[in-house]
Nanobody, 122 residues
Framework: QVQLVESGGGLVQAGGSLRLSCAAS????????MGWYRQAPGKQRELVAS???????NYADSVKGRFTISRDNAKNTVYLQMNSLKPDDTAVYYC????????????????WGQGTQVTVSS
């Protein structure tokens, strides 16, 4: 009932930048937290960054100072600006959101996007 559509992945050289976007749509009453996770081949999915509706942010230590998460609450969209990219940042990046559905009675939801590939060449 909530769809997340990601965009902005691609191939970039080390030191370059990419900006990911994720738009949520569907029967949404409110969104609490939105975030980005990533999964590299052979590794577990890990949190990259998250942001609450109030704008509080949380980052993985490995991306602090290089990545910036932001959101547009009016558009139900979250962004991830990735600078100074490293080959270790290569992974499939997934968007995640949780909140409340516009239903009677209201119900919570948690949704994942389909993932977007980010590849950083050395």
């Amino acid at each position: 009932q909530v769809q997340l559509v990601e965009s902005g992945g691609g191939l970039v050289q080390a030191g370059g930048s990419l900006r990911l976007s994720c738009a949520a749509s569907g029967s949404i009453f409110s969104i609490n937290s939105m975030g980005w996770y990533r999964q590299a081949p052979g590794k577990q999915r890990e949190l990259v960054a998250s942001i609450t509706s109030a704008g509080s942010t949380n980052y993985a230590d490995s991306v602090k100072g290089r990545f910036t998460i932001s959101r547009d609450n009016a558009k139900n969209t979250v962004y991830l600006q990735m600078n100074s990219l490293k080959p270790d940042d290569t992974a499939v990046y997934y968007c995640n959101a949780d909140g409340t559905l516009a239903m009677i009675p209201p119900r919570p939801f948690g949704s994942w996007g389909q993932g977007t590939q980010v590849t950083v060449s050395s």
